[in-house]
């Protein structure tokens, strides 16, 4: 009850009270109340961007990051090169791992598979599955080089680093790769859908694609040739388009089952239930034999975001907000996915114009990106506005801690103080107190 004599205390009049507390109101920036720490990034003084990622740990036209869904790796950030390092002269796509990310103990580990010119070729896209598995997909015609050839999709991975860019370097198998389909030339999307799973964003036939990848290669597990069990569903109802040089990021909304996409070449964001659709006719296969490959029809689709955005490329989800980052102008843009709707909140001006290629959302809400032509990995720190004690909650603590601030008995300091800070005058007061018990309320 500290929090309530002190407003007792300061103000003498009930209506003055009453007064203060409507002009607390007023100030107060409205995404405030939804408590949701994407919203935050919408206040830009309490923005704060770092590099943490160059060229010298490896970095080279990074277009995609993820981060493996086991718990017990959640400390580790991994970036895809669409080719090899600078200081790496052999060919092919590589990547990034950081661990510690975020930390003063953040370490890179550089790697690439002696057999990536193939498996990762033009690497685009990264995403992991639930099994310590990742896929990365193919911004080109055909891997192997054929100017004539259409042979190329999407790689299969273990993460296990003691195996991935390890084993079977010097051959006979090829490198350490799980397994891989290739139907999709220009594939520059992906998004993990289950164990072995995973969707493409195909840019040669201009729709969204299945990948079931079942098992790992039947005749060698690591670095095999046999794809015959894998099964591709072609969603050709959908029509996207793809800009040459870019990625169009997508990921799938865990509670609702919607996949996202960002269609770059059509300016706009679709979304795909991903539990629609039937086959409609079966497909014949470009230079492989595989369990199934289907056109897909009466799928569930539709275009959610048609305005705003002129290339879009990163997309992720957090905590019911949607992500869109816009090669073009820097941006990244916030929409409110609550309840299946799609509402725009406003917009990050990152000043990353013509560069900024993929973005990833971490548990503590930081938002990273990786920019394609400066070979850069950036983190974009907010803070939630009214915690006070750094815990991603607002509660009853906060206000507590906040009177004995304005009381002389706590010390509020560092990020906290600027989380204190609700109405942006540069100072903790009883402004911002006030203003504090209403989002508590709103919580309760």
Known sequence: MLNFIVISDYFKSKTRMRTLHIIGLALSFNLCLSQ???????????????????????????????????????????????????FDFTNGGSTVTYYNYGTDTQWPDYRKDAYSAH??????????????????????????GNQNGYFSGCTLW????????????????????????????????????????????????NTIAKYDFNEPHPDHE????????????????????????????????????WLYVCDTGNQRVLRLNTSSGEVGENLTTYGESLAGYYSMINAEFEVVISDSLVQPTGLDIYNERLLVSDYFTGDISIYNIENNNVDRLGKIQTGLENDIMGIKVDANGSIWIVCKNSHELYQLTTGLMGDVNSDLDISMIDSELLSLHIIGHYDIQNEEYLSA?????YSVNIFDLLMLIDLVNNTL
């Open 119 to 144: 498996f990762m070729h033009t690497a685009s896209a990264i995403a992991f599955s639930g099994n310590g598995g990742f896929a990365n997909t193919l911004d080109t015609q055909d891997a192997n």
């Open 36 to 86: 949701n720490i994407i919203d935050s990034y919408l206040l830009p003084h309490n923005n704060n961007m770092l590099l943490r990622g160059d060229s010298s740990d490896g970095l080279y036209k990074p277009r995609d990051l993820d981060i493996p869904n086991d718990p017990s790796r959640a400390n580790e950030l991994w970036v895809i090169n669409e080719n090899s390092a600078m």
């Open 158 to 205: 273990d993460s296990d680093t003691s195996i991935y860019a390890r084993v079977n370097q010097n051959g006979p198998s090829l490198g350490s790769h799980w397994d891989m389909i290739h139907q999709s030339p220009y594939s520059v999307g992906i998004a993990g859908g289950g164990d072995n799973v995973y969707w493409l964003f195909d840019g040669y036939h």
């Open 222 to 257: 690591h670095g095999g040739e046999n794809h015959y069990d894998g099964v591709v569903m072609r969603y050709d109802e959908i029509q996207v388009q793809r800009v040459p040089g870019l990625s169009s990021h997508m990921e799938i909304d865990q509670e609702s089952g």
């Open 421 to 425: 800070d609700l109405n942006f005058d």
